[in-house]
C-alpha cells in the first residue's frame, strides 16, 4: 500500500516527465510538413499515446489499486498526467523511429512551384511542389530557399520509414 506521500511523489515525477515530454513534442512538430500523410501520422500518434497510458495506468492500478481514484493538489487525476505526457512523448518518439531506419527510397526531380515563408518572428521557409497527393508544402529551412528560386527544379527523395510513414528530404550533393 503506498501512502499519500508516495503518491504525491509519483504525481509529482509525472508533472516532471509531462514537461519534459514537451520537448519531444516540439521535435516531433518541427518539419512535420514534410511527411506525406502528416495527418495520419498525427493521429497514430496520438492513438499510441494514449494506449501506452492506459496500459500504464492499468498495470500500476492492477499493484495499488488507490492509484485509480487518487488526485494531485490540483485535483488531476494520474491518469491525465500519463495521457498528457505519453501523447506528447509517442510524437516525438514515434518521429525518431521512423526516421531511423529508411525501408524505401524513391528519389526523382521536382520544380519548385513557390517559395514562401511564415510571417512569425522566427519565420519558416517553405518551397511549393507538385508532389504525390498534388501540391505538397515542405520545409527545408532558410539556407535552402535562399538557394533556390521559382521555377528551378531540385532533387528529393522520399523516404519510407520504419514505421511506414513517408517524408520528403532533399538529397545531398
Same mark, same amino acid.
Given at each position: 500500500?503506498?501512502?499519500?506521500?508516495?503518491f504525491?511523489?509519483?504525481s509529482f515525477?509525472?508533472?516532471?516527465v509531462?514537461?519534459?515530454?514537451l520537448?519531444?513534442?516540439?521535435? !516531433?512538430? =518541427?518539419?512535420?510538413?514534410?511527411y506525406?500523410n502528416w495527418l495520419?501520422?498525427t493521429i497514430?500518434?496520438?492513438?499510441?499515446?494514449?494506449?501506452?497510458?492506459l496500459?500504464?495506468?492499468h498495470?500500476?492500478c492492477?499493484? #495499488?489499486?488507490?492509484?485509480?481514484?487518487? $488526485?494531485?493538489?490540483?485535483?488531476? =487525476?494520474?491518469?491525465?498526467?500519463l495521457v498528457?505526457?505519453?501523447i506528447?512523448?509517442s510524437?516525438?518518439l514515434?518521429?525518431f523511429?521512423?526516421?531511423?531506419k529508411?525501408? =524505401?527510397?524513391?528519389?526523382?526531380?521536382?520544380?519548385i512551384?513557390?517559395? !514562401?515563408k511564415?510571417g512569425?518572428? *522566427?519565420?519558416?521557409?517553405y518551397?511549393?511542389? *507538385?508532389? $504525390?497527393?498534388?501540391e #505538397?508544402?515542405?520545409?527545408? !529551412?532558410?539556407?535552402?530557399?535562399?538557394?533556390?528560386?521559382?521555377g528551378d527544379s531540385? *532533387?528529393?527523395?522520399i523516404h519510407? !520509414?520504419?514505421?511506414g510513414f513517408?517524408?520528403? =528530404?532533399?538529397?545531398? $550533393?
Amino acid at each position: 500500500m503506498m501512502t499519500k506521500k508516495q503518491f504525491d511523489t509519483l504525481s509529482f515525477i509525472l508533472s516532471i516527465v509531462g514537461i519534459i515530454s514537451l520537448i519531444f513534442f516540439a521535435i !516531433g512538430l =518541427k518539419n512535420i510538413e514534410n511527411y506525406t500523410n502528416w495527418l495520419l501520422f498525427t493521429i497514430v500518434s496520438v492513438i499510441f499515446g494514449i494506449f501506452l497510458a492506459l496500459l500504464i495506468h492499468h498495470l500500476l492500478c492492477f499493484f #495499488e489499486p488507490k492509484i485509480r481514484t487518487y $488526485k494531485n493538489a490540483k485535483g488531476i =487525476k494520474m491518469l491525465h498526467q500519463l495521457v498528457f505526457s505519453f501523447i506528447l512523448l509517442s510524437f516525438g518518439l514515434m518521429r525518431f523511429v521512423n526516421e531511423y531506419k529508411i525501408n =524505401k527510397t524513391d528519389c526523382k526531380t521536382y520544380k519548385i512551384i513557390d517559395l !514562401g515563408k511564415s510571417g512569425s518572428k *522566427n519565420p519558416t521557409h517553405y518551397i511549393f511542389i *507538385n508532389g $504525390k497527393n498534388g501540391e #505538397e508544402r515542405l520545409s527545408f !529551412g532558410k539556407s535552402y530557399n535562399q538557394k533556390h528560386k521559382v521555377g528551378d527544379s531540385i *532533387n528529393l527523395c522520399i523516404h519510407k !520509414g520504419f514505421l511506414g510513414f513517408n517524408y520528403y =528530404k532533399p538529397t545531398k $550533393k
